[in-house]
């Protein structure tokens, strides 16, 4: 039972037409917590690629795999009678807003956070600086990135940020094609990082210090078993061993991994990856294309950096900033621009519009998190929205039908991915298909 209104009311009998934008983590955990047990429920999850997923697809590191099978569930949610895939549907270019509050009785903003943070430094919008979205995107096989194409015929690479993705970034970077055999590494990328790039030199570098690292254990171990690269770290930079006792969680199992690191000799047939603290971004070098990286020393007050004017300049082709995301504003929703999210209160925009995942709270926490982040929006639409009436899908199809929308069921997602399955060599999963045109004709085959 749930309380609808002044009387309760069964869940059988909900009825309620739900349009949730983003087919990634956040739109799936809503789905299934919105249609468990309430099959008047019926949920479009709308994408504007043709593909479903969103971050587990091209966002977890590609060697990740392990991490996307929880698509399984998503899959399994999209078996539901009453929750629909429709792919290759842009919200703003295929179908308004307005027209979405016009067909459905509720909206939810499951848009992730797929814009790069800038830097706020000078020479940013030089070539050779490159966000994680976009540079992850490319690695991942993002149709928006495919064509990226970054130089890394370079000596030295600087990955700005100390939290999972700068991680991620800085071991694809350095993993071998052995390495990368069994994983679903964009082609493009394999060829750029396996057989064009004079890559030597890895720098990942953080602003604060190591306890203050945003990176999980197990993503930072890794860095210290990698086939053709070695990690090193000045052990100056690390606090004194006698307060590793007093340490917990994750900063102490950090410090294990770093310590270790901190042992290590060069070795000049590898790939050095260098964990470099205390040191903040100032400004970019190069005309035209970056050339070096002008980094400050700072030290910690009250837990923040804090620049000590003593600067150095870090001679590289290619920086990656790796320091968080932004939800992309929608024209009529309100947008929190200093912290890039849509402002809600919950979730809660309007009577009608909810927000769920990184587009609500910021890019935080794992794919886990969205978990009970779509139960929370789920039970709280459900409390809140009184009776729907509004036809939702079927008003939808006319709209696709009108417009002559070429969109993708998940029945013809399937075949792009038994297309994608069956291209795979070597043990990898799958190769994945980049341009949208492709797919979209591999869809409607
Ligand atoms: P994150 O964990 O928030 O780390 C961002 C890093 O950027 C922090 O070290 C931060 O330093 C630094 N930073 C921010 N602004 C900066 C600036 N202006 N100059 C220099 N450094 C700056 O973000 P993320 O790595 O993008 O990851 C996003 C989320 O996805 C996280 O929750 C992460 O754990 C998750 N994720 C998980 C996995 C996995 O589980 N394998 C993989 C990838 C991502 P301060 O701390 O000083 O602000």
């Not at 698509?71 to 179908?95: C, W």
């Not at 943070?117 to 966000?131: C, K, N």
């Not at 679903?184 to 990328?189: E, I, T």
């Not at 470099?276 to 005309?287: K, N, R, S, T, W």
Request: glycine content about 10%; overall charge negative; proline content about 5%.
């Amino acid at each position: 039972m749930v309380t609808n209104g002044a009387a309760p009311i069964s869940e059988d009998d909900i009825k309620l037409s739900v349009a949730i934008i983003g087919a990634g983590p956040a739109g799936y955990y809503t789905a299934e917590a919105l249609t468990t047990g309430k099959p008047g429920v019926k949920v479009d999850i709308l994408d504007k690629l043709p593909t479903p997923y969103g971050l587990i697809r091209a966002g977890v590191a590609p060697d990740h795999q392990s991490i996307k099978n929880v698509s399984k569930r998503y899959a399994a949610t999209n078996d539901r009678e009453n929750v629909r895939f429709v792919g290759n549907l842009s919200l703003g270019q295929d179908i308004t807003m307005a027209e979405l509050k016009d067909l459905y009785d509720v909206i939810i903003l499951a848009t992730g956070a797929p814009t790069d943070r800038p830097l706020g430094i000078e020479g940013e919008d030089l070539d050779g600086v490159i966000g994680s979205g976009a540079f992850v995107g490319w690695y991942n096989s993002h149709p928006d990135y495919a064509d990226l194409n970054p130089d890394l015929r370079i000596a030295s690479v600087a990955v700005i940020g100390n939290g999972n993705v700068a991680v991620d970034v800085a071991r694809i970077l350095a993993k071998t094609a052995n390495e990368m055999k069994d994983t679903d590494l964009a082609a493009h990328a394999a060829e750029a990082i396996h057989k064009s790039s004079s890559i030597k030199d890895i720098h990942v570098i953080g602003r604060r210090g190591p306890l203050e690292a945003a990176f999980t254990p197990k993503e930072l171990g890794e860095l210290n078993t990698l086939e053709n690269c070695v990690a090193l770290l000045d052990p100056s930079q690390l606090p004194p061993a006698s307060g590793d006792a007093d340490l917990s969680g994750a900063v102490k199992k950090n410090m294990v991994h770093l310590r270790a690191i901190a042992e290590n000799t060069a070795d000049d047939t590898k790939i050095r990856l260098h964990l470099m603290f205390y040191a903040q971004p100032v400004g970019i070098l190069g005309e035209g294309r970056a050339c070096g990286l002008t980094l400050e020393k700072t030290i910690l007050v009250d837990g923040k950096a804090k620049g000590t004017g003593e600067t150095e300049v870090l001679p590289t082709g290619l920086i990656v900033p790796c320091i968080g995301y932004r939800t992309s504003p929608i024209e009529g929703i309100p947008y929190n621009t200093g912290r890039g999210i849509f402002r809600s209160d919950e979730g809660r925009i309007d009577a009608q519009t909810y927000c769920v995942g990184w587009a609500r709270r910021g890019p935080s926490g794992t794919i886990g998190t969205n978990k009970p982040d779509g139960i929370g929006i789920a039970a709280k639409i459900l409390a809140e929205v009184k009776g729907g009436h509004k036809e939702g899908r079927v008003a939808l199809d006319r709209l696709i039908a009108e417009r002559n929308l070429h969109v993708v069921t998940f029945a013809n997602w399937k075949k792009i991915e038994a297309a994608e399955n069956s291209a795979a060599t070597n043990g990898a999963p799958r190769l994945k298909m980049v341009d949208v045109d492709d797919m979209v004709s591999i869809a409607e085959s």
